[in-house]
């Protein structure tokens, strides 16, 4: 059958890789797309946030499945469209309902959920704009650091961690006055968790559940975890620390009360949860729900996931996960983001990308790219390309990602030197 999937970054790259490789695919088509996805599909035109231009396409390439990769569309209801429209309610979509995709649209919601359920997280208190002085009175009886999260989507810059009291106060007032416009409405201010975090990728069909390859990113553009947020530096599967143990607990506190959360409230929900987590002291606590799969984690979960993908995304439409086996690749995973100069600032576009064909050994994944009017692949976006590679540890499998890293050259190439630090 033919498969469009929603989204243009280096995770639909890697899905699109995988989706590729099944032969249950007849036609890929990618909608955006970038310089490299149209490897694997046909690369259409499409935002995917415009729904009836989704729909078009649909229509159009005789769409049978629909993988939504970034959570935009999710938040605002794309599965909704779909499930209410005449034509496009046969067509199987990956991904949750607008109600249950709030699991990542609204940190609130979710705060209050991991609440009803019992499902270990950092305290908190949500403040909105008329309960400024509220929230600044609870920031005086909390201790450092202060964690400020603005509720609703801000493109992985809402969340602020500050030492410094006066300076977290006026933080606060910034978010409630608009700082990130609507996302900043609500503000939840969290309990600082010191530990070290990882991410668990769920399949879920409503009802049956099964866990992917667990992975852990590194957000800070700078060595040593310092500097800006970004949407991500680099990812390392299997994180050592993450053993059997941590899993079951992972699992028996965790997973089963969020599925048991959204079949409680009833909830549409058929595709991936991310859970953020971090580790403290030996005990698993939630971070975030993400209602998609993460980049760059993607990249290095797809690399050790040898399941037909389209196959395991069939199963988790028509409600038949119960029956599926993960099949992992023993082997360690890792990936190192190449990045825009400047980035996560401003940054210029158009840079000419060269090196890619002396690669070896590992896979390049492309996010912010193009092709230009002459036909040269250039730099797009913020974060340029993955560098994937495999090894028998860790430290092997970032060898050659450094390696081949350092083949690929573009105006103001920049990628952090030390992804697997802490491990």
């Keep these: 059958m033919n498969v469009l999937l929603l989204g243009n970054g280096g995770r639909e790259h890697a899905l699109a890789w995988r989706l590729a490789q099944s032969p249950l695919c007849a036609q890929l088509y990618i909608a955006p797309g970038n310089g490299g996805t149209e490897e694997f599909g046909i690369n259409l035109p499409v935002d995917p946030n415009d729904f009836e231009a989704v729909r078009r396409a649909v229509v159009d390439h005789n769409i049978r499945l629909v993988v939504c990769g970034p959570e935009e569309p999710l938040v605002r209801g794309i599965q909704n469209f779909f499930s209410t429209d005449d034509q496009l309610k046969a067509v199987y979509f990956i991904g949750p309902s607008k109600e249950a995709a709030r699991l990542e649209g609204s940190k609130a919601y979710a705060k209050a959920f991991m609440e009803e359920y019992g499902i270990p997280t950092a305290g908190y208190q949500r403040f909105t704009a008329d309960e400024m002085e509220a929230g600044e009175r609870y920031l005086e009886q909390s201790h450092a650091p202060y964690v400020l999260k603005a509720d609703g989507l801000a493109a992985g810059k809402g969340v602020i961690i500050l030492n410094d009291l006066e300076e977290s106060k006026r933080e606060l007032r910034d978010m409630l006055r608009g700082k990130f416009g609507d996302a900043g409405t609500t503000v939840v201010v969290e309990e600082f968790l010191d530990g070290i975090e990882f991410s668990v990728f769920v399949l879920t069909d409503g009802e049956s559940y099964r866990i992917l390859p667990v992975a852990k990113d590194y957000k800070r553009i700078g060595a040593g975890d310092t500097g800006l947020n970004t949407g991500g530096m680099g990812s390392v599967s299997h994180p050592p620390f993450v053993d059997a143990d941590m899993m079951r607990k992972v699992e028996q506190r965790i997973i089963q009360p969020t599925l048991k959360g959204i079949q409680a409230r009833k909830l549409d929900y058929h595709g991936f949860i991310f859970i953020g987590l971090i580790a403290v002291e030996d005990e698993p606590y939630v ?79 492309q996010a912010g790219t193009r092709t230009d009017e002459e036909g040269r692949l250039v730099t797009d976006g913020g974060r340029v390309l993955a560098v994937t590679s495999y090894g028998d540890t860790y430290e092997d499998a970032l060898a050659k990602c450094y390696e081949n890293a350092r083949r690929i050259t573009f105006d103001g190439v920049n990628f952090r030197p030390d992804i697997g630090f802490d491990l």
């Design 287 to 365: 971070i975030e729900y993400n209602c998609r799969m993460g980049d760059p984690e993607t990249q290095s979960v797809m690399a050790r996931l040898n399941n037909d993908l389209m196959q395991l995304l069939l199963e988790t439409a028509e409600g038949g996960l119960s029956s599926a086996v993960i099949d992992m690749d023993d082997r360690q995973v890792a990936t190192v983001v190449l990045v825009s100069g400047g980035y996560p600032g401003d940054y210029e576009k158009g840079k000419e990308i060269t090196g890619l064909d002396a690669v070896q050994g590992s896979m390049v994944f």
